[in-house]
T-cell receptor
């Protein structure tokens, strides 16, 4: 149980275009999903907290107008990288917690999306 | 000083060895501690989850938390080549909040 699916698993796009990444909780509902970014040999850095039905909360230094987050349902959150640039190339990972379990339950992660901007 | 410090390694051990992985942290409010395993180009997979101080054992894995020293450890007994991966420590101060990760330690177990 507790499967988080991300799509696509990898994407290559040209500079200036936008890319949408989907994060789905397959067998549970999640009121909150977290979006992380991981550069090579670096730690996972929290980008934003996505809340179902409300605006996302962004971490300091993350441009909310560049990284658009939509959490339209209890099983789906999307991250759109707008006007992507080569420096946005990274591994984007989402995570979610089963809303039916207590807050102490751990996060489950998707398999990530590797974005390459050329 | 970063909130969570973790030696990135790489750490290379022979099959069957006992592996010790560690993290230190600065925020004394952290009370939820986790270890994740990450294979190349994959998302993190939860290995161990500990609340507050103490030890927790699951098969070949043992997690230890020493809040007085702000130090957590993961021990892997009888290491296998399939254990070769990057191990990330993660922690948070409140239930339900996002996790703060260490940089990860890359482990290689040779047969």
């Amino acid at each position: 149980g507790a499967v988080v699916s991300q799509h696509p698993s990898w994407v290559i796009c040209k500079s200036g275009t936008s890319v949408k990444i989907e994060c789905r909780s397959l067998d549970f509902q999640a009121t909150t999903m977290f979006w992380y970014r991981q550069f090579p040999k670096q730690s996972l850095m929290l980008m934003a907290t996505s809340n179902e039905g409300s605006k996302a909360t962004y971490e300091q230094g993350v441009e909310k107008d560049k990284f658009l987050i939509n959490h339209a349902s209890l099983t789906l959150s999307t991250l759109t990288v707008t006007s992507a640039h080569p420096e946005d190339s990274s591994f984007y990972i989402c995570s979610a917690r089963d809303v039916s379990r207590d807050l102490n339950s751990p996060l489950h992660f998707g398999n990530g999306t590797r974005l390459t901007v050329t | 000083q970063k909130e969570v410090e973790q030696d990135p390694g790489p750490l290379s051990v022979p099959e069957g060895a006992i592996v010790s992985l560690n993290c230190t942290y600065s925020n004394s409010a952290f009370q939820y501690f986790m270890w994740y395993r990450q294979y190349s180009r994959k998302g993190p997979e939860l290995l161990m989850y500990t609340y507050s101080s103490g030890n927790k054992e699951d098969g070949r894995f043992t997690a230890q938390v020493d809040k007085s020293s702000k130090y957590i450890s993961l021990f892997i007994r009888d290491s296998q080549p399939s254990d070769s991966a990057t191990y990330l420590c993660a922690m948070s101060d409140q239930a339900g909040t996002a996790l703060i990760f260490g940089k990860g330690t890359t482990l290689s177990v040779s047969s």
